[in-house]
């Protein structure tokens, strides 16, 4: 039998509530919900209260979130995306200072199975230069980031394994080596992510179209119980297992 946590979420946006929800449905308990209304009431004094922290917040606030509970000692399970650029920072004083941080920049099952499929057929695709390679993410237009969080994960798998791929593009690919990736935003879209491979004679695509945000949160929630007790730095490929 699971013991139930005692969660923070940070951030109370379309995705926090739907990990309310799935967090309340797995018996977990919400002990503390921090929104832009009430962020001085992130601190140590109300983290103690809680066993796990999860913010799905924004690209300005997801690093001050994780280094305060950081600080507090508390586990977090972070979904927040576009603060890339201090990504590196955080995963180093994670594995330094033994602190517990899961992040992902997708929970649900099936962009893990896409990022799977991803990179194998890009392996194929390595050797066949008569198709050009491009992503293309459709969102909602609440979105604050662009290209997609998920669309990067993509594009970095891509370079990786596509010897003549060498940087990615939003919305344009000013050379052959250029990978595009096309940000599209359109009404309420919960995530659409599309890689294609198109010559002159046919083209290849695998896609993942969310219905809506529930595999996500669920995602998060399961991450959250797989974290709890651990120390380090995690990642889906953990606590999935490929
Ligand atoms: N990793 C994933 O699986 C996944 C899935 C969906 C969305 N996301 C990402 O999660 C983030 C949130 O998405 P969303 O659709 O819920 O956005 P949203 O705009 O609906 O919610 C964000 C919430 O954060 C609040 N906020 C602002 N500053 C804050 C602060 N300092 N501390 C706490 N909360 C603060 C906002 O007021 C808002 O309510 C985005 O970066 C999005 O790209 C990730």
Not at 17 to 30: D, F, M, Q
Not at 63 to 71: K, V
Not at 123 to 141: A, G, K, Q, T
């Amino acid at each position: 039998m699971l013991s139930p946590m005692k969660i923070a979420l940070l951030g109370y946006g379309r995705m926090g509530r739907e990990v309310e929800k799935a967090a309340l449905a797995r018996n977990h308990e919400i002990c503390l919900v921090i929104d832009i209304s009430n962020t001085r009431e992130l601190n140590e004094k109300n983290l103690a209260m809680a066993d796990m922290a999860i913010d799905f917040s924004t690209p300005d606030s997801a690093y001050e979130n994780i280094i305060t509970c950081f600080q507090s000692g508390t586990p977090i399970v972070c979904g927040t995306t576009g603060w890339l650029a201090r990504f590196d920072e955080v995963k180093k004083m994670c594995t330094e200072k033994g602190h517990a941080f899961f992040y992902a920049s997708n929970f649900s099952l099936g962009v893990n199975i896409l990022f799977s499929l991803n990179r194998y057929l890009a392996r194929i695709m390595n050797n066949f230069n008569d198709y050009d390679c491009s992503i293309e993410e459709v969102h909602h237009i609440h979105k604050l980031d662009a290209p997609s969080g998920t669309a990067i994960t993509l594009a970095r798998d891509l370079l990786e394994a596509l010897d003549r791929k060498l940087q990615w593009e939003l919305n344009q690919a000013s050379e052959p080596s250029s990978l595009k990736i096309s940000a599209i935003r359109e009404n309420e879209v919960p995530g659409t992510h599309t890689i294609t491979y198109d010559s002159a004679v046919d083209s290849i695509a695998i896609r993942h179209s969310a219905k809506n945000r529930t595999g996500l949160a669920q995602g998060a929630v399961l991450a959250a119980e797989f974290l709890l007790g651990k120390k380090g730095y995690y990642t889906m490929s953990d606590l999935l297992g490929f």
